[in-house]
């Protein structure tokens, strides 16, 4: 079975976002942990989070797959604002606990002009900081379109940070389909993607793709999402990669433009081209 969802906002809560999921024929989602621009978690509701427990189980949820602010910059210039995304990915995976053996997406960060060496850095340490041995997440990476100083543009730098990290196995990468092509992939060629992934950073470390068309064509460093078969990637290619041998098992997100209506369409019409 294909495992798809789409990005649901946790505002009405977390037993909301799975009857949210249910109704749009999604088994899986993704969620910001807090407000995406940053800015205090909510009090946390035990009973609310049980109660998602309870429905992933009795209908399958895979897994789910929570979202860092993407606000939070690992690697600043400014120590107080390096200081805050710490603490925030720190209390982050504190609260990912009571959703055990889940994954957490971040963006890497950007270097705001003091080179990718010194985001690395940055980036490495605060992950050396913050993963535990004792935690249950898997805390990914995601690929980035390359937008202004963003990390993340090539698996070569997801690797280096990757490289630096003590506790790897904590680690894995989250692919996103519109911000390879903008970075300069061409899925047309999946086959060449994949390997060359794998050759750098592994394909068993690639644990979840984000389902996104572009508005831009591959290497514009863009990052704008459209609705899938509207963009530029094209529906044919969204059909290989989800039937593809290396992904089919992975857990997919869409984040495309949409509301719960077209997320409900599109999974549809993903569903239907996935070869059971
Ligand atoms: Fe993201
Ligand atoms: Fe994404
Ligand atoms: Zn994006």
Same mark, same amino acid.
Not at 11 to 23: F, V
Not at 75 to 96: G, H, P, Q, T
Not at 179 to 191: I, Q, R
Not at 251 to 265: R, V
């Given at each position: 079975?294909? %495992? ?14 799975? #009857? ?47 979202? @860092?602010?993407?606000? &939070? ?14 603490? &925030? ?15 957490? %997406? ?37 690929? &980035?379109?390359? #937008?202004?100083?963003?990390? $993340? ?18 680690? $894995? ?9 903008? @970075?300069?992939?061409?899925?047309? %060629? ?11 950073? $592994? ?8 389902? %996104?068309?572009? &508005? ?61």
């Amino acid at each position: 079975m294909l %495992n798809i969802g789409c990005h649901l906002s946790i505002s009405k809560g977390y037993e909301n976002m799975g #009857k949210e999921a249910l109704k749009i024929n999604a088994n899986t989602f993704q969620f910001f942990t807090r407000n995406p621009r940053g800015g205090k978690i909510k009090e946390l509701n035990e009973e609310d989070i049980n109660k998602l427990l309870e429905l992933m189980k009795e209908h399958n949820f895979p897994i789910i797959l929570a979202h @860092a602010p993407y606000t &939070m910059n690992l690697c600043s210039d400014k120590a107080d604002i390096r200081d805050f995304a710490k603490n &925030m990915m720190k209390e982050d995976l504190d609260r990912m606990e009571y959703l055990p053996g889940n994954m957490y %997406n971040f963006h890497p960060g950007s270097h705001v002009g003091q080179g990718v060496e010194v985001g690395i850095q940055y980036i490495s340490e605060a992950l050396n900081e913050v993963l535990t041995k004792e935690q249950s997440t898997t805390v990914l990476l995601e690929t &980035m379109a390359g #937008k202004g100083t963003e990390i $993340g543009r090539s698996f070569e730098e997801l690797k280096m940070i990757m490289d630096k990290v003590e506790l790897k196995e904590k680690l $894995g990468v989250c692919l996103d389909t519109c911000h390879v092509n903008d @970075a300069g992939y061409d899925l047309n %060629n999946l086959d060449v993607l994949l390997k060359q992934f794998d050759k750098i950073i $592994g394909l068993k470390y690639l644990k979840a793709i984000h389902l %996104n068309d572009s &508005m831009n064509v591959v290497g514009a460093h863009k990052d704008r999402h459209q609705k899938i078969g509207e963009g530029t990637i094209g529906i044919d290619v969204f059909e290989k990669i989800i039937n593809h041998p290396k992904l089919r098992n992975l857990p997919f997100y869409l984040e495309t433009p949409n509301d719960l209506n077209g997320y409900a369409k599109e999974i549809k019409l993903l569903r239907g081209l996935y070869k059971e």
